[in-house]
């Protein structure tokens, strides 16, 4: 069973950055499509942004033009620039497969003050 080490999050200002990582402990190069997903409290999972195992990305309207995933298949690492932040991006993030084929790491939180 694969698992997945979300990390790099933290506290910051509106307008900031942050870049997470996620470590898988074995190969994601047969998995074709890799994902970040977001968990605000009270609301469900949803998914951010995609990447093909070819470098295509796709995001969804709130982030997009903010955010930037990529991954690098040699370290089993996919990652999310976040820059200007916003509140509405406070969340627990997770990254799996699309769709979801591995079980859940235990996400790292972002936390955006106005």
């Known amino acids: 069973q694969v698992q997945l080490v979300e990390s790099g999050g933290g506290l910051v200002q509106a307008g900031g950055s942050l870049r997470l990582s996620c470590a898988a402990s074995?190969?994601?190069?047969?998995?074709?499509?890799m994902a970040w997903y977001r968990q605000a409290p009270g609301t469900q999972r949803e998914l951010v942004a995609t990447i093909t195992s070819g470098g295509s990305t796709d995001y969804v309207a709130s982030v997009k033009g903010r955010f930037t995933i990529s991954r690098d298949n040699a370290k089993n690492t996919v990652y999310l620039q976040m820059n200007r932040l916003e509140p509405e991006d406070t969340a627990v993030y997770y990254c799996n497969s699309r769709p979801v084929l591995m079980s859940w790491g235990q996400g790292t939180q972002v936390t955006v003050s106005s």
């Open positions: 074995r190969s994601i190069n047969s998995i074709n499509l």
